[in-house]
């Protein structure tokens, strides 16, 4: 993943994603945590959500993370196509870690941890020039 990419995801801290099912929709937003090594947003939200249901069902969603300005110059922001799973028990500990280290209040919530691994990324930064673009997609496994 390229530099910019991980930069961005890195000092941002709330995803922006829809989750789908059954002909049903239903978008939320979340403070998450950037796992650079397995190229992951990790996060944690109930499961008696709305979109966690959907999630369970169908793990495909598309989201955002953005730089929100009213200069056009500094705009930033990333669009994204991942699978949202809750992680397994052996993933928990040093996911949650890491969320931790980064929202330790998180710890007082009663959710579940989920990862969303990232499959393929457009990253838009204006402060690069107007429309400057940077794709990435995952190599496939």
């Given amino acids: 993943m390229q530099d910019d990419i991980v930069q961005f995801l890195c000092q941002k801290h709330i995803v922006s994603f829809t989750a789908e099912a059954d002909g049903e929709m239903w978008s939320a937003s979340c403070f998450y945590v950037f796992d650079q090594k397995r190229q992951r947003l990790i996060l944690l939200t109930s499961p008696q959500t709305r979109h966690s249901k959907l999630m369970l069902k169908n793990p495909r969603i598309s989201g955002t993370v953005i730089n929100e300005s009213c200069e056009v110059m500094k705009l930033q922001g990333i669009q994204f196509l991942g ?59």
């Fill in 83 to 141: 699978e949202i799973t809750p992680l397994k028990t052996a993933e928990k500990p040093t996911a949650l870690e890491q969320y931790y280290a980064r929202f330790p209040y998180a710890r007082l919530m009663s959710s579940t941890a989920w990862q969303i691994v990232l499959k393929e990324v457009k990253f838009t930064d204006n402060s690069a020039g107007f429309g400057h673009k940077t794709v990435w997609q995952c190599a496939e496994e």
